[in-house]
């Protein structure tokens, strides 16, 4: 979970409103699932599955291919605490924010 942020005190009522208003959407999407996460970088050698690691210390809700370094598709499944399982199409070095 990610830290509140808090309103600064202020005497105008319309300018605390306002701050509030803001505020509570910022911490909104601070608690979004995807937000919470990490940038992975590897490097595919060919087209078999890869166990690639990853420090969230649980099992992740999803991976985003940030930058790819070629013309690639890729895809995975059953990824673990420890790793993300992905098959590349091609040779590549990828980006992943891993939430």
């Known amino acids: 979970m990610a830290a509140k942020l808090e309103i600064p ?3 105008d009522e319309t300018l605390n409103r306002s701050l509030r ?3 509570d ?6 608690d979004a699932a995807v937000v ?6 590897h490097t595919f ?9 990853h420090k969230l ?27 993300l399982k992905l098959t590349a199409s091609a040779v590549c070095t ?3 924010w891993v939430f």
């Open 36 to 41: 919470s996460g990490e940038l992975v970088t």
């Open 57 to 83: 210390g649980r099992k992740p809700r999803g991976c985003i291919p940030v930058g790819l370094s070629a013309a690639a598709t890729i895809h995975g499944r059953s990824h673990t605490d420890r790793y």
């Open 9 to 11: 005190h202020n005497e």
């Open 94 to 96: 990828a980006d992943f």
């Open 25 to 30: 959407r910022l911490n909104l999407l601070g």
């Open 21 to 23: 208003l803001l505020l």
């Open 45 to 53: 050698a060919g087209t078999s599955e890869e166990s690639i690691p």
